[in-house]
């Protein structure tokens, strides 16, 4: 890898673009990860820049349970977002449907069975710090030799 490869990586990793989805949450998730752009934890002083347009994203986090009308509009999101790119189950909805998993409730979790999930951040729902800390614990896998890999 040369030099320039090296800057290139190094400053894609410190500018992570992410959008999120949610495909059946309680909105819990979601509200833990607005608190993210909040000044008390001010996620963009880490370059990460929430957005939601998936052209524009790195990182997809995604909430809720999985509802089957989910299925193709979940893919079409993930295809839309550019290589190298990965995805973050957040809450224990998209990992087990967590309370909503029941007889009779209408949802098909895990998540990782419809995209692939690079992540996962349990909790009912996780604390900000830890949506925060699955991100950037991903940046270097995104963006490691990514020069390498589009050879
Ligand atoms: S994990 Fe908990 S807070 Fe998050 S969407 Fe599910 S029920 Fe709501």
């Not at 008390?40 to 347009?53: A, K, L, T, W």
């Not at 069975?113 to 996962?120: G, L, M, R, T, Y």
């Not at 349990?122 to 270097?140: K, Q």
């Amino acid at each position: 890898m040369t030099a320039l490869q090296d800057i290139k990586n190094a400053v894609r990793s410190r500018s992570i673009h992410v959008c999120y989805v949610n495909v059946g949450s309680c909105n819990g998730c979601d509200i833990e990860i607005l608190a993210c752009l909040a000044p008390r934890y001010d996620i963009e002083q880490y370059g990460i820049y929430v957005h939601n347009n998936p052209r524009e994203a790195d990182i997809l986090l995604v909430t809720g349970g999985f509802s089957p009308q989910w299925e193709d509009k979940l893919k079409a999101v993930w295809d839309k977002i550019p290589e190298p790119k990965a995805a973050i189950a957040i809450g224990n909805c998209p990992i087990s449907g967590c309370v909503f998993n029941r007889e009779g409730t209408y949802l098909d979790p895990p998540v990782r069975k419809h995209i692939p999930i690079a992540a996962e951040v349990p909790g009912c729902p996780p604390r900000p710090t830890e949506i925060l800390e699955a991100v950037l614990s991903l940046a270097p896998v995104v963006f490691k030799d990514y020069e390498r890999r589009e050879e």
